[in-house]
C-alpha cells in the first residue's frame, strides 16, 4: 500500500515521466510554437521509425547522428535494431525534448542545438566517422542550397558510402538530386503512419 507521502510523490512527478499518449501533445505544443523547427505534428509511428532504422547497419563501427529526434521513436528504432546506445548522437532543437530523451534513453548523448549548422553543432563530439546520418527535419522549410549543403555536411563527418536517411510526406525528393554528388533511393510508402510517409536513403558516390 502506499503512503500518503507515496501518493504526493507520484502526483508530482515532472511531465517528462508522462505515459509515451502524451507525445503527441508534445509535438503540437512544440509545433505551434515553432512550426519551421518541428518536422510533424505527431511522433512518427512505430512502423516508420522501423523503416528508417533499416538503412543504417549495426555492424559497422562508428557513432549514428540523428537529427531532429523529438520524443526518440526513430531512437527507440535505432536501439531495437542492435545499436548500443553510446554509439548514438542525437541533435535536437527544443530543450523539453532533449530532457525527455536523456530520461528515456540512458547512455544516449543528446545535444540541444542546430541541426541545421550540422559541423558547427557537432563540434568534434563524434568519436569516429558516422555509419550513417537519420533525419526527421522538415526539409521542406529550407533554400534547397542549404539542404544541400547540409547533407553534404552530414557526408563529410560519415564513412563514404553511408546514408543520409530522410522521411517525408510529400510526392518528390526531400532533397533534390544531383547525379554524380547526391543519388537517392525510396522507400514504399509506410501507410502505417499518420500521415502515410516513405523514406529516402541518400548516398554521395
Known amino acids: 500500500m502506499l503512503h500518503s507521502h507515496d501518493r504526493r510523490s507520484q502526483l508530482h512527478q515532472p511531465s517528462l515521466s508522462k505515459p509515451h499518449l502524451k507525445d503527441e501533445v508534445r509535438f503540437l505544443q512544440s509545433w505551434f510554437q515553432n512550426p519551421l523547427k518541428t518536422g510533424a505534428v505527431s511522433p512518427s509511428s512505430p ?108 557526408f563529410d563527418l560519415s564513412h563514404p558510402g553511408t546514408p543520409f536517411v530522410q522521411f517525408t510526406y510529400a510526392v518528390v525528393s526531400p532533397v533534390p538530386l544531383v547525379p554524380g554528388a547526391i543519388e537517392g533511393e525510396r522507400s514504399p510508402r509506410v501507410w502505417m503512419n499518420i500521415p502515410p510517409a516513405r523514406v529516402w536513403a541518400y548516398r554521395r558516390p
Open 47 to 154: 512502423a516508420l521509425a522501423k523503416m528508417m532504422a533499416s538503412y543504417l547497419d549495426p555492424k559497422l563501427d562508428g557513432p549514428v547522428i540523428e537529427l531532429g529526434p523529438g520524443t526518440g521513436p526513430v531512437t527507440k528504432a535505432l536501439l531495437q535494431r542492435g545499436f548500443a546506445p553510446e554509439r548514438l548522437f542525437l541533435i535536437e532543437y527544443n530543450p523539453e525534448f532533449c530532457a525527455l530523451l536523456r530520461l528515456r534513453y540512458p547512455g544516449v548523448t543528446v545535444i540541444n542545438g542546430d541541426a541545421y549548422a550540422l559541423r558547427k553543432t557537432l563540434a568534434d563530439r563524434l568519436p569516429g566517422k558516422a555509419v550513417g546520418t537519420i533525419s526527421s527535419l522538415p526539409l521542406f522549410t529550407m533554400p534547397q542550397v542549404e539542404r544541400h549543403r547540409m547533407v553534404n555536411e552530414a
